[in-house]
């Protein structure tokens, strides 16, 4: 096996471990719990070229899925991908291939930015919808549970991100897996 597939398995492994330890930060403030587990798909998705990023989230869900206890509160298993919150979870997906797309080493901290607010807002829709027609609950409802308590907190975990960039990119642009 060549050094970048195997320097890809590890970081792809390394990602998706960065996603299962950051979803047990928990609290619980309704339906659907505060996490950190955007934070962690932003930094993935900033960092790692779409076909890594990817690939991390994938191995995230299909660890779950398989009954690992990587989702939010130690929970796992292939029920959860078609619960309620299972939209926020396919929702990673949009998140890591639009950011990883549109972000590169160099961008600047505004594109950064822009694209973790795209990407986290496509998590955002798809999980809002699909709670909508899981549990049968309103619109308005939906939307109260699901999107309205956590605008705050993504804002400042893309912050984070977007700040946290600026200082990996020296770091990252020796490591030939990351973006070039």
Same mark, same amino acid.
């Given at each position: ?16 471990? /960065? ?28 960092? #790692? ?11 995230? /869900? ?15 298993? +292939?029920?959860?991908? +078609? ?29 950064? #930015? ?13 999980? #809002?919808?699909? #709670?909508? +027609? ?28 977007? /700040? ?17």
């Amino acid at each position: 096996m060549q050094k970048n597939n195997i320097q890809t398995i590890i970081y792809v492994a390394l990602g998706a471990a /960065l996603i299962a330890a950051l979803s047990q930060v928990t609290l619980s403030i309704g339906l659907v719990p505060f996490t950190l587990q955007t934070l962690a798909i932003g930094l993935i998705a900033t960092s #790692f070229k779409p076909k890594e990023a990817i690939l991390s989230i994938l191995i995230y /869900l299909l660890l779950g899925a398989l009954g690992l206890p990587v989702f939010a509160g130690f929970s796992g298993g +292939f029920a959860a991908l +078609f619960s309620p919150t299972a939209g926020f979870l396919w929702g990673f997906l949009l998140f890591a291939t639009v950011t990883s797309i549109l972000t590169k080493p160099n961008s600047s901290l505004a594109k950064v #930015f822009l694209a973790n607010l795209i990407g986290d807002s496509l998590c955002f829709l798809l999980g #809002f919808v699909v #709670f909508k +027609f899981v549990t049968g609950a309103s619109w308005t409802d939906s939307l109260a549970w699901t999107v309205l308590p956590f605008v705050l907190p993504d804002l400042f975990k893309i912050a984070i991100i977007t /700040l946290a960039h600026r200082f990996l990119k020296p770091v990252l642009k020796d490591i030939t897996y990351f973006k070039a």
